[in-house]
């Protein structure tokens, strides 16, 4: 009679099977939606392509052009401007309307629909209203200030409205980053700090903020990538002006490809501008891991 036994390696083969059948959706999308788009991307950069015909092969030269290009500077500065606009304050009200709702148990459905129900209107019926409550004459921001004021065609307030406009749309997502991390912290550790004296903000200095801050991090890392990412919006509210003001990276590289019929020069420009958002969320994570031990 055959005894079939199974010893230490043919568990590990299966383990190592089952894995590879787990990932392969995963790997097959990423090879097809990812990865292939952005080596054809890469090898449209490197021609003079149009939209409707492959050009010849230039080499480096889309990309030494951008180097000198100023407009690609100013629309890379104007990205920056709505991130640096956007960042931080999504993740700090983010995190405040988490503590509320974490807080106020009764009326945490209540709190979690209002603060959440923005981020699920589409972008197109985001900016309707954002536009009606900006409007010059008849807006209900100017009319709450008592003031006459063009926000959207303002060269100063232009980029600020948009980004308090995005603020309002998608701070519900960061709410809920941060409320799943606290609803992971043990209310034991609070009982604990309680019996010791600990109370207010000395809970949350101790117990609270060192066990967020890594969703803290990530958190930043993908608000950092969302606002560089920055298109619908100003193309919708302010259409890149006034003047350009709001032009941002990828509103220019859409006007390249599909107004100037550039098409590998707007590669370049997907190229150029996806490295720097790799570089910088990189460097973000990078940073907050560095703080986090320096804390720890």
């Known amino acids: 009679m055959l005894d079939f036994q199974t010893g230490p390696g043919t568990a590990r083969r299966g383990e190592g099977l089952s894995a590879a059948l787990l990932l392969a959706p995963f790997v097959l999308a990423f090879v ?13 950069s490197l021609t003079e392509s149009s939209l409707t015909r492959t050009g010849a092969l230039v080499g480096i030269d889309n990309y ?20 640096l606009l956007t960042v ?38 985001m900016t309707l209203i954002a536009g009606w409550m900006l409007q010059p004459s008849s807006g209900v921001v100017n009319h709450l200030l ?18 308090i406009a995005t603020i309002w749309w998608t701070v519900g997502f960061n709410m ?17 700090a309680a019996l010791d ?25 993908l608000q950092l990538i969302a ?7 100003t193309y919708l509210l302010t259409a890149g002006g006034p003047f350009n003001t709001t032009r ?19 590669a370049a420009i997907a190229m150029a501008f996806m490295a720097i958002v790799a570089a910088l969320s990189l460097a973000q994570a990078g940073l907050m891991r560095w703080l986090g031990r320096r804390q720890a």
């Open 32 to 44: 097809l939606f990812f990865l292939l788009p952005a080596l054809a991307t890469f090898h449209m």
């Open 64 to 83: 030494l052009a951008l180097a000198e290009d100023p407009s690609f500077w100013a629309a890379l500065g104007n990205t920056f401007y709505f991130a």
């Open 88 to 125: 931080l304050p999504l993740a700090a009200l983010g995190l405040l309307m988490a503590l509320l709702v974490h807080r106020f148990t009764r009326a945490a459905g209540w709190l979690q629909g209002a603060f959440f129900l923005p981020y699920l209107l589409p972008i197109s019926v």
């Open 146 to 163: 008592g003031i006459q004021r063009a926000w959207l065609a303002d060269l100063t307030w232009a980029m600020p409205s948009v980004a």
């Open 176 to 192: 809920l980053i941060f409320l799943a991390g606290l609803r992971n912290i043990p209310r034991e550790l609070y009982e604990a």
């Open 197 to 221: 004296g600990a109370r207010g903000f000395a809970l949350f200095r101790h117990i609270t903020w060192p066990a967020l801050r890594p969703v803290a991090g990530m958190a930043l890392v």
């Open 227 to 233: 606002s560089m990412k920055i298109f619908g919006q």
């Open 248 to 266: 941002v990276t990828l509103h220019y590289m859409v006007e390249t490809a599909f107004t100037q019929s550039d098409a590998g020069y707007a």
